[in-house]
C-alpha cells in the first residue's frame, strides 16, 4: 500500500481511499454525506452507515479512488460482467469493467477508472483533473456510422489496458464505448483511443499524436 492509500476501518466494512486517483467527482459525498465528510479531520467514518449502503456508494466512485471490503460476511463489489468506457463532458474516460491497468509500476487490477485524454495529466494513464486547468473542450459524442457490435456473450473476460509510447491508449478485449449522454454508444473489439487530447476523430485515435509529437 502506497503513502497516499488511507485505509478507514470499521466492524462492518473497510473502505481504502487512495489520493492519488482522486479527482473529486463527489459520488461519495452526495451519496453518504455522514461517511463521506470533507470537514472532518478523519473524513470517512465506517460506522456512520450500513456495509452495504456504504459499498453500494463507495462502487459509484468513478475512479476506483475509494473501494470497500464487507466485514460482516456480504458481498464485496462485483466484478462487471461488460466492460465499459463514457466518454465524459470535457473530461476524462471513464471506465469500468474487469481491467487490467498498465502502469510504470505493474499491472493494477481494477473495477473502476478514469483515464486522461486531455494530454496534460501528470498521474497518466489517470486523470488528475489537468483537464480543467488547460481548459480541454470536447462535448464526448461519437461520431459513429454504423456500430460494430461483437457477439454477446455471459461476460466480456479481461480488458488490458495500455498506454502506447508517445501514441493512443490501446485496449485489449471487447470494449463498449457510449457518448457522456449515452445516446450513442458502439461494441468494438481492441480499440485506440486518443489521449494526446488533439484527434479530430475524438474519443478514437486518428494519429494526431505524431505530428504534434505527443509524449507521453
Not at 23 to 31: F, L, P, T, Y
Not at 62 to 91: I, Q, Y
Request: proline fraction near 7%; include cysteine.
Amino acid at each position: 500500500m502506497s503513502d497516499k492509500v488511507r485505509d478507514y476501518s470499521g466492524d462492518a466494512v473497510s473502505i481504502t481511499y487512495d489520493a492519488t486517483r482522486c479527482i473529486h467527482a463527489a459520488e461519495c459525498i452526495r451519496g453518504l454525506p455522514a461517511v463521506f465528510d470533507t470537514k472532518r479531520r478523519r473524513w470517512i467514518d465506517p460506522s456512520a452507515a450500513g456495509a452495504a449502503a456504504i459499498t453500494e456508494v463507495v462502487m459509484r466512485c468513478p475512479t476506483g479512488a475509494l473501494h470497500a471490503t464487507r466485514r460482516d460476511g456480504g458481498p464485496d463489489e462485483p466484478t462487471p460482467a461488460r466492460n465499459v468506457v463514457t466518454v465524459s463532458s470535457n473530461g476524462p474516460l471513464y471506465v469500468r469493467g474487469e481491467l487490467e491497468i498498465e502502469t510504470s509500476a505493474g499491472t493494477i487490477h481494477e473495477t473502476r477508472a478514469a483515464l486522461c485524454r486531455c494530454g496534460a495529466s501528470k498521474r497518466r494513464p489517470f486523470c488528475d483533473g489537468s483537464h480543467q486547468d488547460i481548459g480541454f473542450r470536447d462535448d464526448g459524442q461519437l461520431e459513429l456510422g454504423k456500430p460494430i457490435a461483437p457477439p454477446q456473450t455471459d461476460r466480456d473476460g479481461p480488458l488490458l489496458v495500455r498506454a502506447s509510447h508517445r501514441g493512443p491508449l490501446l485496449f485489449g478485449g471487447v470494449l463498449e464505448i457510449r457518448s457522456g449522454d449515452e445516446r450513442t454508444w458502439a461494441r468494438l473489439q481492441h480499440p485506440a483511443l486518443c489521449r494526446c487530447g488533439h484527434s479530430r476523430r475524438k474519443p478514437f485515435c486518428d494519429a494526431t499524436h505524431q505530428q504534434i509529437g505527443f509524449d507521453g
